[in-house]
């Protein structure tokens, strides 16, 4: 770590620890981007577990930092309500008029009918055919890596094997499936001069041509037999096939989000990890049989979504806290995760973990995430093709992280690597 960084760390401590808790708004997105998050939750776990932020750009939420108290949150849907319309599962609220539903965005009954018309996509049998796929891409893709050269992982690696993947789920075409990576982009990130999109107007004419493209897309396979891809399963079900074409959107957003950030981040973010934690590179060389346990280990160093919100539907008493109806409550994944009285030695990257699978990446009940195996097995799949070709992946600068309190991704990150 440059030694800028470790400053701003040290800086980030002592401004976290000095200001009043009430004070304290641990979603901002600058926080992210700086990777400067950690003492924020760090201090509320310890002094305010469940903690009011009274005003931000964001509106007033609570932050639920603590592993027990977000399962209580996370499995308590009765109470807590995912509901786009109540702002959905994000910290930042939609405005009204652009509120999408989608099957992540919705409670029970209608979100268990359309989460189980896309499931059989990530089925055991389905992912036994795709294994071999995603091995000869990810071979291919290793195999053009230029050696002892720097180059940018995120962008030859991670964005291509993902969208590669995402192309395969939705049978996309694959020579345009650098779209799929710039919608879910635009889709997650908030407009800014000088950012992806610098209006919320702009922001919304990309994702109607993305509704566009994928109404296309829809209307060939409705007239097919069904086949295997998302689409053709989206439109051949009961459940799904007279969705509005905002809800259609909200599902496309969801599974191209839920299937390029959360294992193009999590690709980045294990190269990283070996880099700071060295001793662990040398474990994982020596047996390689330790990637079972290293790749759940490495979402949940990783935490590819820093949070999921939810909305209390009634009164509810938390962590000595009265949430009040109405409310806007924040499960910190990200803390959950780093929690030391839930996870022994939290900070470290152990890739030998006796429980590496005790994180919250994933969410728990209702809305757990449907793809969580498939990311496993996209993981495992890259770090044997890794092993087998080169002997180190040495990072040679600082990464660029994304501005964002949701998606907790990497832009860039400059590599080397040597056989």
């Excluded at 701003?8 to 304290?24: I, N, S, V």
């Amino acid at each position: 770590m440059a030694d800028g960084a470790v400053t701003l760390r040290d800086e980030a401590r002592a401004k976290a620890y000095t200001m009043p808790l009430e004070d304290m708004h641990p979603g901002d997105p600058e926080l992210f981007r700086t990777d400067t998050h950690w003492p924020y939750f760090e201090r509320l776990r310890r002094e305010a577990p469940v903690h009011y932020c009274k005003a931000s750009e964001f509106g007033a939420y609570w932050s639920v930092t603590r592993y027990q108290d977000i399962m209580t949150v996370d499995t308590n849907h009765q109470v807590f309500s995912s509901d786009a319309a109540l702002g959905g599962i994000t910290i930042r609220d939609a405005r009204p008029d652009l509120r999408r539903p989608s099957f992540i965005a919705m409670d029970p009954p209608k979100h268990d009918v359309q989460r189980k018309a896309v499931s059989p996509i990530v089925s055991p049998a389905n992912l036994q055919t795709m294994e071999p796929i995603i091995r000869e891409r990810a071979a291919k893709i290793l195999d053009a890596l230029p050696i002892g050269e720097t180059f940018d992982w995120v962008d030859r690696v991670s964005i291509e094997l993902t969208t590669q993947m995402l192309a395969t789920l939705f049978d996309f075409p694959f020579e345009e499936r650098r779209k799929l990576t710039h919608w879910s982009d635009v889709a997650t990130s908030q407009p800014m001069p000088g950012g992806l999109t610098e209006t919320e107007e702009q922001r919304q004419a990309e994702l109607m041509e993305c509704l566009a493209y994928f109404t296309r897309l829809w209307n060939e396979r409705v007239n097919e037999p069904p086949r295997g891809d998302l689409i053709s399963m989206m439109a051949h079900n009961e459940a799904t096939r007279d969705m509005t074409p905002d809800e259609y959107l909200g599902n496309i957003i969801l599974l191209i989000v839920g299937g390029n950030d959360t294992t193009r981040n999590s690709m980045t973010g294990g190269v990283l990890a070996l880099n700071q934690f060295p001793a662990e590179y040398d474990k994982l060389r020596a047996d390689q049989s330790l990637l079972t346990s290293m790749v759940p280990e490495i979402i949940r160093w990783q935490t590819p979504l820093a949070h999921m919100r939810r909305t209390a539907v009634e009164d509810f008493e938390l962590g000595g806290q009265t949430i009040a109806k109405g409310d806007k409550v924040v499960m910190w994944y990200v803390s959950g995760n780093r929690d030391e009285t839930a996870i022994e030695n939290p900070e470290a990257f152990v890739i030998d973990r006796e429980r590496p699978r005790q994180h919250l990446s994933f969410g728990f009940g209702i809305h757990r995430c449907v793809g969580n195996r498939l990311a496993e097995l996209q993981l495992k799949i890259v770090w044997e093709e890794i092993l087998k070709r080169f002997s180190n992946i040495e990072v040679m600068g600082d990464p660029v992280r994304v501005r964002s309190s949701f998606v907790k991704g990497y832009e860039t990150l400059p590599v080397r690597i040597s056989r």
